[in-house]
Structure formats: C-alpha cells, structure tokens
Nanobody, 117 residues
Framework: QVQLVESGGGLVQPGGSLRLSCVFY????????LGWYRQAPGKQREWVAR???????NSADSVKGRFTISRDNAKNTVYLQMNSLRPEDTAVYFC???????????WGQGTQVTVSS
C-alpha cells in the first residue's frame, strides 16, 4: 500500500512563498505520476500540477509561472514551490500518486494554505 504525507502549509501574506512537501511511503515510487490538487471552501477539488517519473511537468493556467512541481526520487518526495501567492490560492492542498500501469491512485490527507494579510 501507499501512504502520502503532506507538510509545509500555513498562513502567508499575499506575494509570499511556501513550499509544500509530500513524502511517499510505499514501493515503486518511480512508477507513479505525482500531482498536486487543491480544494477551496465551497468549491470542487481542482488539479494544480503534475510530474511524470521522467520529470515532465504540467500545471494549471491559474498557477503557471508561479508554482513549480518537482520530485526527488532518492527521497520519495514531491514538492510544490508556490511563489507570488494570492488570496485565491487559499485552499487545502492534496498530494496524489497514480500508478502508471494500473492507474490506481492514492491521496494524502491535505495541508491547509491560507493567503491573507
């Protein structure tokens, strides 16, 4: 089984930065596409960014140029560097891991990010 544990959320002022981390507990980390999603109060969960085992990345238009996803295969960890944060980035951020073969996916418990002055 796979367990994902996020950390790094918190309260930050507009224009500030945060780095989220998600540690993957399980086997075959290199076989998983990793992603970040977020859910704001009263809204549906939305996709933020993803990274393949080979390091190819994609991100939502709303965060492009501000957020960067990366992975460290030696540490079984995926990161989301968030810069130039805006109040509308306030949400619970979730880590997701999808197996490239079976397509089975797993979710972390989420970490709260609040952007406010």
């Amino acid at each position: 089984q796979v367990q994902l544990v996020e950390s790094g959320g918190g309260l930050v002022q507009p224009g500030g930065s945060l780095r989220l981390s998600c540690v993957f507990y399980g086997s075959s980390f290199s076989m998983y596409v990793l992603g970040w999603y977020r859910q704001a109060p009263g809204k549906q969960r939305e996709w933020v960014a993803r990274i393949t085992p080979g390091g190819s990345t994609n991100s939502a238009d709303s965060v492009k140029g501000r957020f960067t996803i990366s992975r460290d295969n030696a540490k079984n960890t995926v990161y989301l560097q968030m810069n130039s944060l805006r109040p509308e980035d306030t949400a619970v951020y979730f880590c997701n891991a999808e197996h490239m073969g079976s397509r089975r996916d797993y979710w972390g418990q989420g970490t709260q990010v609040t952007v406010s002055s």
